[in-house]
């Protein structure tokens, strides 16, 4: 059953951080997510600073599934993601990038931020973490000589544990940055044979 467009437009929802985020997985393959969505971007801005970066990570997820750009919210997101930086894991770092990425928003200050974050975050990363975080400044094409100096020494040390699909995400992303790493290039011949 559709939404009545009307009642859409007048609504002052009051929803917290954490319904917002719910609403929005539960919504992003319905036929009424445009609607469903302008209520959510409404909903999120008085609320933005409650989020948590779980919730920013799932919003951003949700949105980009949804393919609903709403520049003012990614705004707000970027700008609470920053907040609460400290918060973010390797995996919900690396799947906020990529949301970022998917838009288009390549300059968002986000990115700078989360290179300032890596020394933390890459501490306790998996090597899936790692690959997903290279994959997002390549999708977004934020070129870092600081990123590669940080990840190369670590995927040479997790080299063993990376999968086939991981070292193909991690020689795209050195590619598509043009970053040449003759010890990153040697150790993937010899871990992909």
């Not at 990570?57 to 949105?63: A, G």
């Not at 918060?87 to 990038?97: K, V």
């Not at 094409?141 to 040479?156: H, I």
């Amino acid at each position: 059953v559709p939404i009545p467009q009307d009642l859409v437009d007048g609504m002052q929802p009051s929803f917290s951080a954490r319904d917002l985020t719910m609403l929005a997985h539960a919504f992003c393959k319905s036929r009424h997510r445009s609607q469903i969505f302008s209520l959510i971007s409404r909903a999120a801005e008085p609320v933005m600073p409650n989020f948590t970066a779980k919730e920013l990570q799932s919003l951003l997820v949700s949105m980009a599934r949804a393919h609903h750009s709403d520049a003012a919210l990614l705004d707000g997101i970027s700008l609470q993601a920053q907040r609460c930086i400290a918060q973010f894991s390797a995996e919900a770092l690396a799947l906020t990038l990529r949301g970022m990425a998917f838009f288009g928003r390549r300059d968002d200050p986000l990115f700078t931020r989360a290179l300032l974050e890596l020394p933390r975050v890459l501490e306790s990363a998996r090597p899936a973490d790692v690959a997903a975080l290279c994959s997002s400044f390549a999708a977004a094409q934020v070129e870092s000589r600081f990123l590669f100096d940080l990840v190369s020494p670590l995927v040479l040390e997790k080299a063993p544990a990376l999968s086939a699909t991981e070292w193909v995400l991690l020689l795209r992303s050195y590619a598509t940055l043009e970053h040449r790493d003759e010890m990153f290039l040697s150790a993937l011949e010899l871990h992909l044979k």
